[in-house]
């Protein structure tokens, strides 16, 4: 049987929109386990964020967390850590740039996190535990040892353009901003390091099994998924965004409330044995 490395997106994907996992597909995905295929997780949440997903699945395999910037192997102390982070001088730097069109920021690195301007805009990111400790500072006195993997920011939206250009013009599309949407108010932007995206670390993972693209199988529904849906067999979610739909090369008949996920790949595997 052909092995398949399954690399699925979590928040309107794999999760239903009250962010549970049916019990059909839990027993479905630790099925595919066992006929030795490898189910990846891929998300814009931090690891402890993903946890109580990735051990409800018995999963054992790495995983990709914020949004690509970390590949972590959890309960392997032999696989290699893989961190890609903005450089604390630029980070500040941009901050203090922008400072005054800044309305709230946050940022985590593991069980830290830390918030500028707490105001709630941005409580859903946060994905607490009881070992994390939450630091609301200005990012201005940032200690000169800590890298943020990517930062939330909710910006004036007015200036929408002078913040995407700000990065353009100043980093050389080293450091860059993704949209998450805006209103009359706000625009909520995520900047990150150019080689931190969900893809990258999807090629680490073919190398390290030693797979090619045909052995790959991808399910997003967000445009942070657009890059890695180049690599393989990119799978859309029904209730995806249409910007994400046309990237794909197969567009799930049911959503995320309905097992889109199980019901696709259960044809996919058949069909590709």
Request: glycine letters at 4%; charged letters at 25%; proline letters at 1%.
């Amino acid at each position: 049987m052909k092995q398949f490395l399954i690399v699925l997106d979590l928040d309107d994907t794999l999760l239903k929109s009250d962010k549970t996992i049916s019990n059909k597909t839990v027993k479905y995905i630790k099925k595919l386990e066992k006929l030795n295929h490898l189910v990846v997780l891929a998300s814009g949440r931090p690891f402890r964020g993903m946890e109580e997903y990735y051990n409800l699945l018995d999963l054992k395999t790495p995983c990709i967390s914020d949004n690509g910037a970390l590949l972590t192997f959890p309960g392997n102390n032999d696989f290699k850590v893989i961190k890609t982070y903005i450089k604390n001088q630029y980070f500040i730097k941009s901050f203090n740039e922008n400072k005054n069109i800044i309305r709230e920021a946050f940022f985590s690195i593991d069980n830290d996190l830390y918030i500028y301007n707490k105001s709630g805009r941005l409580d859903f990111l946060y994905k607490t535990n009881s070992n994390s400790i939450v630091h609301e500072i200005d990012y201005s006195t940032l200690k000169k040892n800590i890298h943020p993997y990517g930062v939330i920011y909710v910006i004036n939206s007015e200036y929408k353009v002078q913040f995407e250009n700000y990065f353009k013009e100043n980093f050389d599309n080293t450091i860059k901003t993704r949209s998450w949407g805006y209103d009359t108010k706000n625009a909520i932007y995520e900047v990150y390091n150019a080689n931190s995206d969900k893809s990258h670390m999807v090629n680490i993972l073919l190398e390290h099994y030693s797979l090619t693209s045909d052995n790959l199988v991808l399910f997003g529904d967000g445009t942070n998924d657009i890059l890695m849906f180049e690599l393989g067999h990119a799978v859309a979610m029904k209730n995806a965004l249409d910007e994400v739909k046309i990237h794909a090369k197969d567009i799930t008949k049911y959503d995320n409330n309905h097992d889109g996920v199980r019901r696709h790949l259960k044809n996919f595997l058949k069909k590709n044995k």
